[in-house]
T-cell receptor, first 111, second 113 residues
Framework: EDKVVQSPLSLVVHEGDTVTLNCSYE??????LLWYKQEKKAPTFLFML????IEKKSGRLSSILDKKELFSILNITATQTGDSAIYLC???????????FGTGTRLTIIP | NAGVTQTPKFQVLKTGQSMTLQCAQD?????MYWYRQDPGMGLRLIYY???????DKGEVPNGYNVSRLNKREFSLRLESAAPSQTSVYFC????????????FGDGTRLSIL
């Protein structure tokens, strides 16, 4: 059974800090790993990672995948209150469109 | 720029009542999905449809039925609601095939008393 574990479960930091969110996984025949941001409603897509060691970047957010050690990290630099959200990690297996999600990390940014 | 639209946004049911949650997407996506999200459990797949006319079970299908009415619409039905089905339900869609991210609706918060 595919499995995704995220850590920490929750994190509270001050505005301007840098945070690192972790995602480890076990999946048969790995295809991709995805990060989503969930504020009050719909999860919104951030990144999809398929290759090891290649960083994906969007503004202050970046993510990298390690397929050997089976984990990914999501970094957020110079955090802002708008970064407060639940960050979800999911994995996709080859031959299968289904995603397996972790339970998420709840990030709170204090002004 | 609607994307994925879910109705209703909130609903309260009594145990044993039936209800259909509606989902429509305007992105011409082939695949559609229904998830439930419970505290501490993450998003769990209930059913999905890889194309019009096909549906498959996900991780937690018991107590639910689905209908892929056409390419745009994918509905989720609770025939006899139970308190354990109290949850937030999300519909998602994607172009289909591997490597295509799923895009989510805003969810339906369902409470069953």
């Amino acid at each position: 059974e595919d499995k995704v574990v995220q850590s920490p479960l929750s994190l509270v930091v001050h505005e301007g800090d840098t945070v690192t969110l972790n995602c480890s996984y076990e999946v048969t025949n790995f295809r991709s790993l995805l990060w989503y941001k969930q504020e009050k409603k719909a999860p919104t897509f951030l990144f999809m990672l398929t290759s090891s060691g290649i960083e994906k970047k969007s503004g202050r957010l970046s993510s990298i995948l390690d397929k050997k050690e089976l984990f990914s990290i999501l970094n957020i630099t110079a955090t802002q209150t708008g970064d407060s959200a639940i960050y979800l990690c999911a994995v996709e297996a080859r031959g299968n469109e289904k995603l397996t999600f972790g339970t998420g990390t709840r990030l709170t940014i204090i002004p | 720029n609607a994307g994925v639209t879910q109705t209703p946004k909130f609903q309260v049911l009594k145990t044993g009542q039936s209800m259909t949650l509606q989902c429509a997407q305007d992105m011409n996506h082939n695949s559609m999905y229904w998830y439930r999200q419970d505290p501490g459990m993450g998003l769990r797949l209930i059913y999905y449809s890889a194309s019009e006319g096909t549906t498959d079970k996900g991780e937690v299908p018991n107590g639910y039925n689905v209908s892929r009415l056409n390419k745009r619409e994918f509905s989720l039905r609770l025939e006899s609601a139970a308190p354990s089905q109290t949850s937030v339900y999300f519909c998602a869609s994607s172009e289909g095939g591997e490597g295509q991210p799923q895009h989510f609706g805003d969810g339906t918060r369902l409470s069953i008393l």
